[in-house]
């Protein structure tokens, strides 16, 4: 049996083209449904098109969305 090491970190954190899937959102209330109408649940797939100056530009199912790196940073990713 293989040992997978499964790597948590936070969406913000990751570099272009990079990829992972939400396990968890680490905000209030607020800030969970604000994500959820977005889209962006536990499960989904994201990948990042951009993340430099300016809010991170994500890829969620085809579609293109951006928020800003504060809200990223709330996400917890699995790699």
């Keep these: 049996m293989e040992n997978l ?3 948590k970190t936070c969406l ?3 570099k272009r083209n990079e990829s992972g899937i939400i396990c968890e959102i680490a ?8 994500l959820c109408e977005l889209g962006l649940n536990r499960g989904v ?3 990042i098109v951009k993340n ?3 809010p991170l530009i994500l890829d969620i199912q085809g579609h293109k969305l951006a928020i800003g790196k ?10």
Excluded: T
């Excluded at 504060?70 to 790699?79: D, M, N, P, T, V």
């Design 45 to 47: 797939s994201v990948q």
């Design 12 to 14: 913000s954190s990751l």
């Design 52 to 54: 430099d100056i300016g």
């Design 27 to 34: 905000g209030g209330c607020s800030a969970r449904n604000r």
């Design 5 to 7: 090491i499964i790597e």
């Design 70 to 79: 504060g809200l990223a940073s709330k996400i917890l990713i699995e790699k």
